[in-house]
């Protein structure tokens, strides 16, 4: 599943093409992602209407208008967005077409049709989150998310530290790959109970997931299987990956086998030598 880094530069690569353009109009050729996908209502609502701002909150992308309907989309499992000229044919499983004035086409791929494309209501502050996106907490890279703020969260926090980390109220956009990850570089065990982070495990998780997601971000992500960015690359982040997808090899710092776990459905890797 595409995580914060790949969000990001899915962000990054469409905001500048996007942003001032006109939509002329949208169609669908699914009737469903993860909603029901009602066409009439999309074009009434965007056709003839200016993106002024696509923004990443979280897992999710934001198209900004300059009235009281935004755009909230998810790529799920296997979703992917590209610009293209709109006399391209559509590739299989493309099931939005977003047509744009200068007469390029925005079109989403979903194989797997996990992703999710809803109208929501615009905040009446546009520095807000809209009311879909309440319930998240701060993002990694906000002052808010700080080592006072995790050791006081977690004090009676019962769940191991994986789970803590990856819970969107806690803090948003830490998928799997990139807890996985953080955890190793912290020497914190994914089946540490939250409550038991010591005051310097906070500040260095809080420290060392943002290096985690800065390198992947400037790395384009990290291609497992399905990623791809809308230029067609796949991100390299997976060439710095320690214990991610690595079972039974050998760490790379204590020469102990990584083992793997399953944790709330999802899987875990570790060091047992290097994480306590």
């Not at 109009?25 to 200016?50: C, P, W």
């Not at 194989?111 to 009311?131: K, V, Y």
């Not at 997808?245 to 990584?258: A, F, M, N, P, S």
């Amino acid at each position: 599943m595409p995580e914060l880094p790949e969000v990001e530069t899915v962000k990054n690569a469409l905001a500048p093409h996007l942003e001032g353009q006109f939509i002329k109009s949208i169609s669908f050729y699914t009737e469903r992602l993860r909603q029901f996908l009602d066409v009439d209502l999309f074009n009434k609502a965007f056709s003839g209407k200016q993106i002024t701002r696509l923004k990443r909150r979280s897992k999710y992308l934001i198209f900004e208008f300059d009235h009281q309907k935004w755009i909230l989309s998810h790529l799920g499992m296997t979703g992917s967005w590209r610009l293209c000229p709109a006399r391209e044919e559509r590739k299989k499983h493309e099931h939005i077409s977003i047509l744009l004035e200068d007469g390029k086409d925005l079109r989403y791929c979903d194989p797997r049709r996990f992703g999710e494309f809803r109208i929501i209501s615009a905040p009446t502050n546009r520095d807000n989150d809209p009311q879909a996106l309440a319930h998240l907490g701060p993002e990694p890279f906000d002052e808010a998310y700080s080592q006072a703020y995790l050791w006081n969260l977690s004090r009676n926090k019962t769940k191991p530290v994986k789970n803590f980390i990856m819970d969107p109220k806690t803090v948003c956009g830490i998928g799997n790959i990139y807890a996985s990850e953080t955890l190793f570089r912290c020497g914190v065990s994914p089946l540490r109970k939250a409550q038991k982070l010591k005051k310097k495990d906070c500040l260095n998780l809080v420290v060392e997931s943002q290096k985690v997601l800065k390198s992947a971000i400037a790395a384009g992500g990290t291609t497992i299987i399905d990623f791809q960015a809308p230029d067609g690359s796949e991100g390299w982040f997976h060439q710095e990956l320690n214990v991610y997808g690595r079972t039974g090899e050998k760490c790379h710092v204590c020469d102990k086998l990584i083992k793997r776990v399953v944790q709330a459905g999802r899987s875990s890797f570790y060091c047992p030598g290097c994480q306590k």
